[in-house]
């Protein structure tokens, strides 16, 4: 009896569509206001932790706003099912063009402890 399972799957996935559609609508707009709300608690941007709504909008809009227009680029794209170590909490991933070649670009997006999906991230780890 896999149907649970399966049926689980199928909302996850339909509720993540919803979500990102919601996002990504926000993100061409620059919409601080629904992206914030959007937001998991103790966000972490390029490579800090815990970084509030506030100073992500600042981030993303320094350099006459490079990161805005990454995030933009960024959510053309479709986001991939990921697995966070040491959790079964549903994640996607997306790529985004790093500032430099020693590093990564990734946002994130996690189900929270509600099983909503939440913007988790935009990070740069070294490669």
Known sequence: MLWPAVLRAQNSRQDFDVFFAKFKLAVAQKDAATLTTLMMPGFSFI????????????????????????????????PMPYRLPDSNTPARVLQCMPTDTIYMCLVMFQ?????????????????
């Open 111 to 127: 189900q929270d402890i509600h099983h909503r999906w939440r913007w988790k991230s935009m990070i740069m780890p070294t490669r």
């Open 47 to 78: 490579r800090a932790q815990g970084v509030s709504p506030s100073d992500v909008f600042k981030g993303l809009d320094a350099n006459e706003g490079l990161q805005w227009t990454n995030l933009q680029q960024s959510v053309q794209r479709q």
